[in-house]
């Protein structure tokens, strides 16, 4: 065993990358979680994940009142480092995972090299969204725009309020036909003239009273200054434009998983870019690598699923380590 290599390294701050650290420090693994470096960008990953851009967590079991993200991030990351995970403000750029069980080493933003003997990927997935600037700005701030209807359709802003989901695959419909249960209407926005979205999911959204489908529509401007207002679209045949009144913007076009730059290590990917996982533990094909979170997991991207899945590689991690005599 090298007295220079981490027990185990975590790489990612969100709720699998926390709960894993919580897990493995009271493990006595000793971990260290790189929680990579803020950007100004609800597009990269964020250190605290995507909670940092969710104002108000209402689903997850324990908070009654609900807790803001960045303050649930908040807490999890104290109470990692209670039982003495140590924490890095860095990313890692470059990893070099040894296929056949021995010392990973990975490399920092800031030009260090780490050794590890069992490393947990953490890093999540970010959502696709169009780039307007009103719409990274109101989705930063809390004003509305929401990658998630999942996780933010119930709040109280958004209930018997007019809102809009961009996007055409199921995707979309599933968000969609989940907010009709709250909103006054629901305005499905597409830029082409038929959905991408398998039929039973379109029509599950279509016979909903309150459901609607923009065709061939882009939206090009988000409106509002502290909260949405509407959404100025244009017409992608004629070039049309138009205003829509809506309270709430979902963008339903996809995730992309952090996982770029990973892609030379030999992990298996989906065609999509999330790792696979080949059975129900976090075990990926490189021994001693594991993963957790939204960064192998493209169905429910919720905060507790993603927890629950860090708790699940850090005692993983931990029974590795101890067959391979390096506890």
Excluded at 106 to 128: P, Y
Excluded at 152 to 163: E, K, V
Excluded at 319 to 326: A, D, F, I, T, V
């Amino acid at each position: 065993m090298s007295d220079t290599a981490r027990k185990l390294v975590i790489i990612g701050s969100g709720p699998a990358g926390w709960t894993a650290a919580i897990y493995a420090a009271r493990a006595q693994l000793d971990p260290i979680v790189y929680v990579g470096v803020p950007k100004q960008n609800p597009s990269i990953v964020l250190p605290g994940g995507q909670l940092m851009l969710t104002t108000e967590v209402e689903n997850y079991p324990g908070f009654p009142e609900g807790i803001t993200g960045p303050d649930m991030m908040q807490a999890f990351q104290k109470q990692a480092e209670r039982f003495g995970t140590k924490v890095i403000g860095e990313d890692i750029t470059e990893v070099d995972f040894d296929k056949d069980g021995g010392v990973h080493t990975l490399k920092t933003s800031a030009g260090k090299t780490v050794k590890a003997h069992a490393v947990v990927i953490a890093t999540g997935a970010t959502a696709n969204w169009l780039g307007l600037e009103n719409e990274m700005r109101l989705a930063m701030s809390g004003g509305g725009v929401s990658a998630c209807a999942v996780c933010d359709g119930a709040l109280p802003m958004f209930r018997d309020q007019p809102l809009a989901v961009i996007g055409g695959g199921d995707s979309a419909m599933e968000e969609a036909t989940y907010l009709t249960k709250f909103a006054s209407k629901v305005y499905v926005i597409h830029r082409r003239d038929e959905l991408r979205a398998s039929k039973i999911m379109q029509e599950r959204y279509m016979k909903q009273p309150n459901a609607e489908v923009l065709w061939n529509k882009q939206v090009v401007d988000v409106l509002g200054d502290e909260k949405i207002t509407g959404v100025e679209l244009e017409d992608t045949v004629t070039g049309e434009k138009s205003t829509l009144d809506v309270k709430g913007l979902f963008v339903a076009i996809g995730h992309t998983p952090a996982t770029e730059f990973l892609r030379e290590t030999g992990l298996e990917f989906d065609d999509k870019g999330y790792i696979v996982l080949k059975s129900r533990s976090s075990a990926t094909e490189i021994p001693g690598v594991f993963a957790a979170g939204d960064v192998a997991d493209a169905r429910y991207r919720q905060a507790v699923t993603a927890a629950g899945m860090g708790c699940q590689a850090a005692l993983d991690a931990e029974h590795w380590l101890g067959e391979q005599g390096r506890i």
